[in-house]
């Protein structure tokens, strides 16, 4: 099965969980599929066996100027010009984190006026920023370009930076193609948003063949917020690699709620904040950890000094793997109040852990784990939960023991196996 997947991220070249998607996912299907994989940019060590890795930085430089593609390059030097560098406030904001969490960071504001510079746009750290719409357009062309070259049966593109490239490829060779969502824009931005990002989305899932949702409650996020029937909807859960992993005992005299990823309201750091509160007074004895930033985090910062609940939080900024691990065998609790969160692949990370979950119901990861689950708003129960696995061992230690058994069995290649038999269903229609 030759399969033309299309990433925006890779490692070790990644800023978020679509990068570590994409990587459990690709290295899980090599069994069934020959992988010829495109993303905006590689690194010499992106590479896998039975996988064809091609970073389109580097293949603008040593394929498509050496074999003859200079006429259509410089059509897209020239359409470049008329795409605007600003999308949203959103991805605007993204920007602005990366360039604070990763300082030596160049701004990456290009300008592009000849096709030696085409490569290099997408060289730096941020692969979104304010000119993701620029960068978005310029994979689709030359994602096209390189196709060209391949053989493959379908189309398989991730998450709404890939669609265009792949509607592109779509149309122009006829063959099957399969939109896998992680995230909506509905998600990022809010239910209620109606902007570019979305109306792209919406256009690309009515027009894909199939649609791989991470979660059923995406597949009903995609039915309620962009008219897609259900039945065109395949729910694969994300899967986690197995490993062993060892509990260590911490520093401090409290026990460690853990809240991990970026601080956004897509996150719900207010409800954390809330929660925190109720926590406290009735078990004292604790801390909060919160391990990202993001957009929201001085104001959290803000209200939390407001409440005067400093001594009650911990701030570790960014966390590489390393230091994730670390702080993840230590915590008691893991925390995930998200107001929209399609998986929540941290969750199952910590369960690895035998870490307990309280988990926003606004979410996938509870669909495949056995957690202690709210309503995003219902900070009251969110709070009881808490305090439950913070005062009764017994059921602390019950739930950290399924939770744990339950993700050695969350894996990718079980993900795996259900999307080659998709695959299979697509070609053989």
């Not at 109606?194 to 979660?215: F, K």
């Amino acid at each position: 099965m030759e399969v033309l997947m299309l990433g925006w991220e890779f490692p070790p070249l990644i800023s978020g969980g679509l990068g570590v998607a994409t990587y459990g996912m690709v290295k899980a299907l090599r069994a069934s599929a020959s992988i010829r994989l495109i993303v905006p940019r590689s690194h010499p060590s992106s590479t896998l066996e039975n996988v064809r890795i091609v970073g389109v930085d580097r293949a603008v430089k040593e394929e498509l100027i050496r074999e003859g593609h200079e006429h259509d390059l410089s059509e897209l030097v020239d359409d470049l010009q008329r795409i605007p560098l600003e999308l949203s406030p959103y991805h605007s904001i993204r920007a602005i984190l990366e360039e604070t969490e990763h300082s030596s960071a160049p701004q990456e504001y290009q300008t592009v006026s000849s096709i030696t510079q085409l490569g290099s746009y997408f060289e730096g750290h941020e692969s979104y920023g304010p000119d993701i719409h620029r960068k978005v357009y310029l994979f689709s062309r030359l994602a096209d370009l390189l196709s060209r070259k391949l053989d493959f049966k379908l189309i398989h593109a991730h998450d709404w930076v890939t669609y265009p490239a792949g509607l592109r490829i779509q149309a122009r060779t006829g063959k099957p193609l399969v939109l896998h969502v992680h995230a909506l824009e509905t998600d990022r931005a809010g239910s209620e948003v109606r902007n570019d990002v979305y109306e792209l989305e919406r256009r690309a899932l009515h027009s894909a063949d199939t649609i791989i949702a991470v979660s059923e409650y995406t597949r009903d996020q995609l039915k309620r917020h962009y008219g897609i029937p259900p039945r065109r909807v395949n729910v694969v859960h994300n899967g986690i690699d197995p490993r062993t992993t060892q509990r260590r005992a911490h520093p401090f005299r409290d026990k460690l709620v853990v809240f991990l990823g970026r601080v956004t309201r897509q996150k719900g750091p207010e409800f954390l904040l809330e929660t925190a509160e109720k926590v406290v007074r009735v078990y004292p004895r604790v801390k909060f950890v919160v391990a990202g930033t993001g957009d929201a985090f001085i104001p959290l910062l803000e209200t939390m000094a407001y409440r005067k609940l400093g001594g009650k939080f911990l701030f570790t900024g960014f966390l590489d793997r390393r230091r994730v691990d670390e702080l993840l065998s230590m915590a008691d609790v893991y925390f995930m109040p998200s107001v929209s969160e399609p998986f929540g692949l941290t969750a199952l990370e910590a369960a690895q852990f035998g870490v307990p979950g309280v988990l926003s119901r606004q979410s996938g990861a509870h669909e495949v784990l056995p957690a202690l689950t709210a309503d995003f708003w219902d900070t009251d129960k969110y709070a009881n939960y808490i305090y439950a696995l913070l005062q009764y061992n017994a059921l602390h230690d019950d739930l950290a023991r399924r939770s744990r058994e339950m993700a050695s069995q969350v894996t990718w290649d079980a993900a795996a196996a259900k999307i080659a038999q998709i695959y299979r269903g697509l070609v053989l229609n």
